[in-house]
């Protein structure tokens, strides 16, 4: 099997990972064959799943520009996956050049490839942790050289928290999170939609089970639910497309099934 030079030494290339078969449908190049013919038996039963990749990072730019303008001004981005155009850091950064900027993925290729793109930017850095233990995240020297809790944070959790079973207590992983920052502090989510999935769909989702990665599409309201005491930001939980278009355009299908909110701890 292939080892690009660009591939860290314990990645496994005989195993598709979710965070290179995304970049494949983002139309990246940090992705192997393996990836690349799983992300082609998931095309077959779901072929607007690069359409929804699209959607979901056009949702995550706009959801930083907004807390931008909140006045917000340090991000954690959550299972940040591998460097794509317009990341957080990017985007942030174009509108406060100061802004800090920490992505936190457990996948060796995300992180090998942030650390790469960051290496000379001062305002920003990848962590490679478990999402899942938020302590030990929060506790991590490099995240608290960027981050000051006691300001209002910016925290990402796009399109993750759909790989976190509900007998690994999402919704307490999230309010751990939330508990640990300040008062104004924001959190970004979407998330794989249970409604409107048909067989096609149902067939993907067994795709990922055999690759032995658990995907679980949630309902808007168990989303809701995720967030326990955050106060959902208008427009609430909506459609990817439907979450602050920015023009016309934008404001595509109502059929991508996938959910977006932003929600504010008070
Ligand atoms: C579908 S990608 C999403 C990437 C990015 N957030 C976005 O929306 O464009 C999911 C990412 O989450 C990462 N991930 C999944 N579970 C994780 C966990 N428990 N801890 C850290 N990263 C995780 C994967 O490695 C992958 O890079």
């Known amino acids: 099997m292939e080892r690009p030079t660009w591939a860290p030494e314990d990645v496994n290339v005989?195993?598709?990972?979710?965070?290179?078969?995304?970049?494949?449908f983002l139309g990246g190049s940090h992705n192997f064959a393996v990836d690349r013919e799983?992300?082609?038996?998931?095309?077959?039963?779901m072929p607007d799943v690069p359409t929804v990749a699209q959607e979901n990072r056009a949702f995550l730019r706009r959801a930083v520009?907004?807390?931008?303008?909140?006045?917000?001004?340090?991000?954690?981005?959550?299972g940040s996956g591998i460097p794509t155009v317009g990341?957080?850091?990017?985007?942030?950064?174009?509108?406060?050049?100061?802004?800090?900027?920490?992505?936190?993925?457990?996948?060796?290729?995300?992180?090998?490839?942030s650390r790469a793109i960051l290496a000379d930017n001062p305002h920003?850095?990848?962590?490679?942790?478990?999402?899942?233990?938020?302590?030990?995240?929060?506790?991590?020297?490099?995240l608290r050289a960027h981050i000051d809790v006691d300001q209002p944070v910016g925290l990402l959790?796009?399109?993750?928290?759909?790989?976190?079973?509900?007998?690994?207590?999402?919704?307490?992983?999230?309010?751990?999170y939330g508990s640990a920052v300040a008062p104004g502090s924001h959190i970004v989510v979407s998330h794989m939609s249970a409604e409107g999935m048909d067989d096609a769909k149902d067939e993907a989702l067994n795709l990922y089970q055999r690759s032995?990665?658990?995907?679980?599409?949630?309902?808007?309201?168990?989303?809701?639910?995720?967030?326990g005491d955050f106060s959902?930001?208008?427009?609430?939980?909506?459609?990817?497309?439907?979450?602050?278009?920015?023009?016309?355009?934008?404001?595509?299908?109502?059929?991508?099934?996938?959910?977006?909110?932003?929600?504010?701890?008070?």
Do not use: K
């Not at 520009?65 to 959550?78: A, E, H, N, T």
């Not at 679980?216 to 639910?225: G, L, S």
């Open 14 to 24: 005989e195993r598709p990972s979710v965070a290179r078969v995304y970049d494949y």
């Open 232 to 266: 959902l930001v208008e427009p609430g939980v909506v459609r990817l497309p439907q979450w602050r278009p920015e023009s016309p355009d934008e404001a595509g299908s109502t059929e991508i099934p996938g959910l977006a909110v932003v929600a504010r701890r008070d």
């Open 65 to 78: 520009r907004y807390l931008c303008g909140l006045g917000i001004r340090q991000f954690v981005d959550l």
């Open 157 to 176: 959790l796009v399109a993750v928290l759909h790989f976190v079973p509900d007998d690994e207590r999402p919704a307490d992983i999230v309010a751990a």
């Open 38 to 45: 799983f992300a082609d038996e998931v095309l077959r039963a």
């Open 212 to 227: 032995s990665t658990t995907v679980i599409p949630r309902t808007a309201q168990d989303v809701t639910r995720l967030l």
């Open 87 to 113: 990341n957080v850091h990017e985007v942030a950064q174009s509108l406060d050049p100061g802004a800090e900027v920490v992505y936190v993925d457990m996948d060796p290729v995300a992180y090998a490839h």
């Open 124 to 142: 920003a850095t990848v962590i490679r942790a478990d999402l899942r233990q938020p302590a030990e995240v929060l506790a991590d020297p490099q």
